[in-house]
Each structure stands twice: as C-alpha cells, then as structure tokens.
C-alpha cells in the first residue's frame, strides 16, 4: 500500500475545510491591517494607492549630486549611483547563478526532479528555436534563455513580500533603465552575428550603393528604403523597452489599486495570477523578438545573393544550350 505525497493529499482535504481555512487566513489578515492601521479606506486615497516609480531611486551615491532634472515624464539623476533595481537585478542574477550551480553541479544520466524539470525547459526553447529558425539559430540558445529567465523572474519579483514596498528592493523590469540594457544588448548581439554571416555586405541594407548599376532611379530609390530600414533598427530598440517596462510597471499599479480596495486579500488573488501570466507572456515576447531579430540579421540579402546566383546560373546554362540546339 502506498502513501500519496502530500501535494496529492491537498486535493483530497473537504471542501468546507479548504474554504474554512482560507477564511481564516482572510480574516487574520484584515485583523492585523486594522491594528496596524493599514487598512484601505473608502473611498481610497492618494496615500492608500502606492504607485510604483518609473525607475529605480539610488541607494550608493559615488559621485555627483542628488538634484534631478525633470524631462516630463522621465526623471534624469545627475550622479553615478547603484539604484535599488540595479541591487534587485543582482540578486536575480545571483539566484540565476546558483540555480546553474545546483542543476549542473550532479548531472547524471538519470536526472533528478531538479535537473529533469531543467532539462525539459532547456529542450523545449531548443525546438522552437529550430522550428523558428532551423538548427542554424540553436547556437544562440544561451542569449535567448538568458533573456527569458532574466526577464521572467524579474517579471516576477511584484509577488514577493516588501518588493517595490521598501527603498532597497524595486523589480528591475519596472524600471526602463534595465530594460534599455537588454534591448541594447540584444541589438549589438543581432547585428554582429548578422555582420559575421554576411560581412560586409551585411551594411548594403541601409547603404545598398550597387543599385546603382541598374541605374540612378533605382539606386535612389534603394537609398531612401536603406534609410528607412535604418530608422526602423533603432526604433527597435525603444519598442523593446517600452513594451516590456510599459507591461511590467502596469502591472504593479493594478496590484496596488486592488489591494486598496479590497479588503480581502485573496480577491487579489485574481490579478495576481493574470499579473504572472502577463509577466510570463511578455518575458517569453521579449526573448523570441530578438531570436526573430538574429533570424532576419543571418537571413539579410544571403537570399537575394542565392536567387540572384542560381539565376545567373540558368542564364548561363541556356546561352550554353541555344548553340546546341542550333
């Protein structure tokens, strides 16, 4: 006879136990929010509603000075600091690094639960990296899953206690800053694997001078599309920032306008499992956009080049042939 573990166990416990207990943690909760006076109030106010801040506030000054210059929306420190989602990211990374540790520190050919469960998302984003890409676009699988896994544990940082609550913790995708360093570090990433594929040429898609040759219209013509295309490789860059950090700080102000007005606390429970789903999608999002970037980088006039070739090939084969037909 065998014993069901006990997350099994959990499932079979009644109903009105379940319901019982999960009263009674709600009610313990609103119990001590009335005593230490933080309690919502109705109807909220501004103080009751903690809204996240757009990026990260310095906790180790090095040099400069605390004045700030307001730029509308976006606040500009004048000072070399460590902000707390600099600190906060650390920690995400620390907690990446020992994650590696543990999983491959024992790698057997019977693989525990830890090393299995790895192994299973390891494979996973192997095959849809080669179903988006072909086996050729594989060996950027630790870029893209250092992306993902960075993105989504600082994605999910809003459900620990205290983050965002005190000054040294701020999860470091609500703040653009750490969402400008990993567009732009996927930017220089897709653009020199497209560089070593396609050398030199890899620039004739925004200064495509040999259209020339098929005459000044066209060459002109091909100038105004590399400008363009030039344009929209930057744009790149803000759209990834924005995305990610626009999802991210939203997030939070959801979470914190529901907790301000509920005063059950596993109402929120809703928002926080679409807030882990949210954060998941856009981690996910993020990665695969700049998979997509390296795809079309690695792709980028090698295909012209291979059409244009094999149809100088078949010109070549006919004018061969006409005389022997002759």
Not at 32 to 54: S, W
Not at 114 to 129: A, G, P
């Amino acid at each position: 006879m065998t014993t069901a573990s006990w997350p099994a166990r959990l499932f079979e416990l009644p109903t009105r136990g379940v319901l019982a207990v999960v009263a009674g943690i709600n009610l313990l909760g609103i119990v001590l929010a009335a005593l230490t006076g933080n309690l919502p109030h109705y109807p909220p106010g501004e103080t009751d509603i903690h809204v996240a801040d757009q990026t990260g506030t310095p906790i180790f000054t090095f040099s400069g000075h605390d004045a700030i210059s307001p730029l509308g929306p976006i606040t500009i420190w004048n000072d070399i600091s460590i902000s707390n989602s600099i600190f906060t990211a650390w920690i995400v990374m620390a907690i990446l690094v020992v994650l590696s540790i543990l999983v491959t520190a024992r790698l057997s050919e019977q693989p525990g639960r830890l090393q299995n469960f790895f192994e299973l998302i390891v494979q996973y984003l192997v095959d849809f990296m080669r179903e988006a890409g072909g086996s050729g676009v594989v060996r950027f699988l630790p870029l893209f899953g250092s992306l993902f896994l960075f993105a989504l544990f600082c994605n999910w940082l809003f459900i620990v206690p205290l983050m965002g609550q005190i000054e040294l913790l701020h999860p470091p995708t609500a703040d653009y800053h750490t969402n400008l360093g990993l567009a732009l570090t996927g930017f220089v990433w897709y653009q020199a694997a497209g560089i070593r594929q396609n050398g030199l040429g890899y620039f004739t898609r925004w200064i495509n001078l040999p259209a020339f040759k098929e005459g000044p219209l066209v060459g002109g013509v091909m100038i105004m599309v590399g400008i363009i295309e030039l344009f929209s490789e930057l744009f790149r860059i803000l759209t990834l920032t924005l995305r990610l950090w626009g999802n991210v700080w939203g997030g939070e102000i959801v979470l914190a306008v529901g907790a301000a007005l509920l005063f059950v606390p596993s109402f929120s429970l809703i928002f926080i499992g679409l807030e882990l789903f949210i954060g998941f999608i856009q981690a996910f999002v993020f990665a695969f956009l700049v998979l997509l970037y390296i795809i079309l980088a690695l792709e980028s006039h090698s295909g012209e080049e291979h059409e244009a070739h094999e149809t100088h090939e078949s010109e070549a084969h006919n004018d061969e042939a006409l005389p022997k037909a002759a």
